[in-house]
């Protein structure tokens, strides 16, 4: 049985950092494609980031520079640090695996950490 569980959500003010974690079970980060995608209300989940098998990472346009999705496969985890923060980047950010080819999601998703930033 496959697990995402994320954490690391909170409340920041604009220009702050925050780091996510994804920690996963019945899945191995290290030989699988995995991303990360946000939901505002209203609105169809975008990736964020995806990391690949070999380490080839992906980033939306407006996270570029300012996210950084990383791994550790001791840990099997998956991380999304997130610097300067913006208002517009308030939204449910959730773990996805194995993402498929074009960082297209996958099966599975996490429960989602609510980020909120404030202006």
């Known amino acids: 049985q496959v697990q995402l569980v994320e954490s690391g959500g909170g409340l920041v003010q604009a220009g702050g950092s925050l780091r996510l974690s994804c920690e996963a079970s019945?899945?191995?980060?290290?030989?699988?494609?995995m991303g990360w995608y946000r939901q505002t209300p209203g609105n169809e989940r975008e990736l964020v980031a995806g990391?690949?098998?070999?380490?080839?990472?992906n980033y939306a346009d407006s996270m570029k520079g300012r996210f950084t999705i990383s791994r550790d496969n001791a840990k099997n985890a998956v991380y999304l640090q997130m610097n300067s923060l913006k208002p517009e980047d308030t939204a449910v950010y959730s773990c996805?695996?194995?993402?498929?080819?074009?960082?297209?999601?996958?099966?599975?998703w996490g429960q989602g950490t609510q980020v909120t930033v404030s202006s």
């Open positions: 996805n695996g194995p993402m498929i080819e074009g960082w297209r999601p996958g099966k599975y």
């Open positions: 019945g899945i191995r980060v290290s030989i699988n494609t």
């Open positions: 990391i690949s098998k070999w380490g080839d990472t």
